[in-house]
């Protein structure tokens, strides 16, 4: 097959593995992010060039102008396959894919991957255990649902990512008080029952509508712990051959298959309840984990999900058989916090499990590797009381994502 052009899409700074391994393998790669982000380093040797969407590139009116920008680049460029690197970008390539009739994930299945409300209402049937929930629709059905089911409860905006907007209310008039502030928005969230867990993330790769790489992992600290609680984000990996690891592949292949999806990386979170034992099924998103859990996936398995989505991307755009990578079958673990100095002393933490070492301001975070997974937890929880006596700052969650 000739060349393929590739179109991806980061209104965020990231993906710079996927556009390098997707230029390696011969393919045309096109960049379409916000113009805030022009004097990132992104990776230039592997962009062919580059297309900007005006600031704040998620606002309604962008989206048109998306659309006919690259109409009109299209006249002299062709486009064959689409890839949104950002959970923000999913429905632009969605609708990109829909109105220029290029293969892959449509607006109907894109919404399983970010929008809270459907994803719950497919997996509920789909016979998957959610969260008890409802929306705000209706205002009889929402006095019901708080009358019937026990507080506390989240009212989580439907379509933002990680912890963005989640507000937990403790009774039927705190719940009322808060879906009034919303306002005109309030169609924009949902409500469900808050029940505590153990939570785990399922990083997975697809190919024909079967997950043909997964590694499961659990948080320490959920985001939405640290995110409303100022806390040290900490997650390890789980290994490969336990009951517990069995059963979340297997809750996450139905989720995936319900949802449609066939060709893409995904990350997706449960909780196995305190209250009854159970598995459910939080969210899910059509792309490779943040907050550097691709890395820590990568320090367990010896897999870049980066790199090997351009892969599977590739091959399925030139109809070759993908053959997935070998996990390498290693631990691995991610702590990561807020600082108060600007640039941080890591060479302070020099066990030779160190895999990774954060680099951004006010930020302190390091990766371990090790065959031993007793090892990774006492070493991150170590490393959990010292970041907090010698680094640790909290901020208030912004009402919007910045990063």
Known sequence: MSQLSFLCIATFF????????????????YLLTDQKLADEAWPRESIDEFFFLPS??????????????????????????????????????????????????????ARY??????????????????????????????????????????????????ATGIRKVHSLDEAWSAIHLLGENRHNYLIEEFK???????????????AVFTRVSQYLATPMEVSHGGGVFRTVTLPLDTPETDALRQINDQVLSAFGMRY????SEYIRGDHDGELYFLETASR?????????????SGVNLWREWAKLETAIARKEHYVPPVDTGRHSGLIVSLARQQWPDLSVFSDPEIFWRI???????????????????????????????????????PDKPTS
């Open 264 to 267: 893409s990386a995904s990350h």
């Open 14 to 29: 990231k993906g710079q593995d996927f556009m390098k391994a997707c230029k390696e393998l011969g393919n045309t790669v």
């Open 113 to 162: 991957f970010r929008d809270k409300l459907a994803m719950r209402t497919r997996a509920f049937a789909a016979g998957i255990r959610v969260p008890t929930f409802c929306s705000l629709f209706h205002d009889e059905t929402v006095t019901a649902f708080l009358q019937t089911t026990e507080a506390p409860w989240l009212i989580k905006p439907r379509s933002e990512a990680s």
């Open 56 to 109: 704040p590139s998620n606002a309604p009116d962008v989206l048109d102008q998306m659309i006919m920008g690259l109409a009109h680049a299209m006249r002299s460029r062709r486009i064959d396959r689409v890839v949104a690197l950002d959970d923000f970008d999913v429905e632009k390539g969605a609708l990109i894919r829909e109105t220029f009739r290029i293969d892959g994930m449509g607006q109907t299945t």
């Open 196 to 210: 505590p867990g153990k939570v785990y993330h399922v990083d997975s790769l697809s190919v024909d509508g079967n």
């Open 359 to 397: 680099n951004r301001e006010y930020h302190v975070g390091l990766i371990t590797q090790s065959d031993d997974r007793g090892r990774i937890r006492t070493l991150l929880d170590d490393y959990m009381h010292r970041i907090y006596a010698e680094f640790h700052a909290s901020a208030p969650l």
């Open 288 to 300: 490779v984990g943040g907050a550097h859990i691709a890395e820590m996936v990568e320090a367990a």
